[in-house]
């Protein structure tokens, strides 16, 4: 087999059904480009979310009466906790600190005493245990609660929540919509190639009566599709960034900040798209356009 | 080169193609298949392609039995089987010479036996000068030439036409008849489907004559009618 006979035939015939051939293009275009869209802002609200989860922190106050030995039995704790990603710290001078910087020297120079109780600030590793790392604290006996309660333990236990709740929920949706626009991409891809090939079907038929395998003959269409899905989803994964990349830098230029976007790189890079956008979507791209001439051809070759 | 033995096809709804049809075609032959529109003349040929399967009975083609013949070398088979139709069945948007390298191109000829292979045919069936031509630029007659051209580049043994001059005037059909009959001097098995009275007459080939897809008649040296011996002689 000659592979660049194939390549010629490919060349040609969208060459001849360049209508077609533009058709399938800006059908891909369209499907990869609404498709990344659909992750790029997936994965973007997936790295806001981690890293508003990775902000969540329980706050333990310290008695004052606490001994040395009760405060180091406390910290102990809390390194045994599996669930905790880090602590710190907090000794009642670097409270004070904080509440001068925070409030103004005036309100801090009228106090008689350090008010403001030594603490430990903990990060746990994953937000959905905040609850569970949180109550080990409740009654503690180094732990500044007041009778009855555990007030001692500070933690935004319904914000929290909430936020977990709405990410969960925006995760779904997400995953939801990238299967709804991934299965409509392949209907509009594939329902595209068998017209073209339905306008062929003579010529497939001819092919066949002079002793062509069917392999030689769907070779130089795979082909085909494979490099019109190719060329579109790369004209959509440059689309794609190229917007992203609008946003993200309109968004920086601009205060609210705490919306930060990832800008992606276009190549094989490390992130959490391990390939990249630009490869992501060009080998599903053609995958589909391949795949789909084959597909398509199916009911021409049997026999 | 070419046995069928007791072969039944029906169509669907009891649309009879052929019907305990028994024939030999050997080697070298030149046959007429004669009879009207639905005889199973059409139905003889894609049988003989695979591209039908019967009901019942033998098929033979060049010593292959067409009924233990997998799939995958049907392909093999319609390699050695030239086909000419009465649509020609040209790819419309290959020029002549790509049309008559397809057929090499497919068997995985080299390219520069592709090249030697190809003008060679075309100066045989006289289309020199239209090598870069497309179907559509050129006239029927021509496009049949390529058609036949195409059929036999890869010297087949075999060779099947399905009312080849039927699309064409008397006197070119003549000339594609010639070129059949040449290339049935090269050793070629020759089958012809067709309408052409006077051809038939002309020639006095082996005349198979089918009707409601029964073989009625066959005859060496026949004519297009069944005849008496006397009137056949007095022609």
């Not at chain 1, 001078?93 to 005036?106: D, K, N, T, V």
């Not at chain 2, 799939?71 to 790509?98: A, E, M, W």
């Not at chain 2, 100066?123 to 630029?137: C, I």
Request: glycine share 8%; net charge positive.
């Amino acid at each position: 087999m000659r592979f660049s006979f194939f390549l010629s035939e490919a060349f040609g015939s969208m060459r001849r059904n360049w209508v077609m051939a533009m058709a399938a293009v800006i059908t891909v275009f369209i499907s990869t480009a609404i498709l990344g869209a659909v992750l790029v802002t997936r994965d973007n609200l997936n790295q806001g979310a981690t890293s508003l989860k990775n902000r969540v922190m329980i706050e333990v106050f310290i008695k004052d009466a606490a001994t040395p030995a009760q405060t180091q039995a406390l910290e102990r704790k809390i390194q045994g906790l599996p669930d905790v990603k880090s602590y710190k710290y907090i000794s009642k001078e670097e409270a004070l600190r904080r509440f001068r910087e925070r409030f103004g020297e005036r309100i801090v120079a009228n106090l008689p005493i350090n008010p403001l109780p030594a603490s430990y600030e903990i990060q746990v590793k994953n937000a959905d245990r905040v609850d569970a790392v949180a109550q080990q604290f409740f009654s503690d006996p180094s732990v500044d609660n007041d009778p009855g309660t555990h007030n001692g333990v500070k933690y935004a236990k319904e914000t929290v929540r909430k936020m977990l709740g709405t990410i969960s929920l925006i995760e779904k949706g997400m995953w939801v919509t990238t299967g709804i626009f991934a299965a409509a991409a392949v209907l509009l891809i594939s329902t595209t190639v068998r017209l073209s090939i339905f306008a062929r079907r003579r010529e497939v038929e001819i092919m066949r009566l002079v002793g062509a395998t069917n392999w030689f003959i769907r070779w130089p269409f795979v082909l085909e599709g494979f490099i019109t899905g190719l060329v579109g989803a790369v004209l959509a994964a440059a689309f794609v960034w190229v917007g992203n990349w609008g946003i993200a830098n309109w968004i920086q230029s601009s205060q609210i900040d705490f919306l930060s976007l990832r800008v992606f790189r276009m190549w094989w890079q490390g992130g959490t798209w391990p390939l990249g956008l630009m490869p992501t979507l060009a080998i599903l791209g053609a995958l589909l356009g391949a795949v789909g001439s084959l597909v398509a051809l199916r009911r021409y070759l049997k026999t | 080169m070419i046995v069928f033995e007791d072969v039944i096809k029906v169509y669907d709804p009891d649309v009879v193609g052929l019907q305990d049809f028994t024939c030999h075609i050997g080697k070298g032959e030149f046959v007429f298949m004669v009879g009207p529109s639905g005889s199973g003349k059409s139905t003889l040929i894609k049988l003989v392609l695979k591209e039908l399967v019967p009901d019942s009975g033998r098929i033979l083609v060049a010593g292959r039995n067409l009924g233990t013949l997998r799939k995958s070398r049907v392909p093999l088979l319609r390699r050695n089987i030239g086909c000419v139709f009465q649509d020609f069945k040209l790819l419309p948007n290959k020029t002549v010479h790509d049309n008559v390298a397809y057929a090499l191109e497919v068997v995985g000829e080299p390219r520069r036996s592709i090249r030697r292979k190809v003008p060679e045919i075309l100066s045989l069936v006289g289309l020199a000068e239209k090598t870069d031509s497309y179907p559509h630029e050129i006239s029927g007659g021509e496009q049949q030439r390529v058609s036949v051209a195409r059929a036999f580049v890869n010297h087949p043994p075999l060779l099947l036409a399905d009312e080849p001059t039927g699309n064409i005037d008397p006197e070119t059909a003549v000339g594609i008849m010639q070129l059949l009959v040449r290339i049935n001097r090269t050793g070629t098995t020759v089958v012809v489907a067709t309408h052409d009275r006077d051809m038939v007459n002309r020639m006095r080939r082996r005349v198979l004559q089918l009707e409601a897809g029964r073989l009625v008649r066959d005859e060496r040296r026949g004519s297009y009618d069944q005849v008496t011996e006397e009137v056949g002689d007095a022609l």
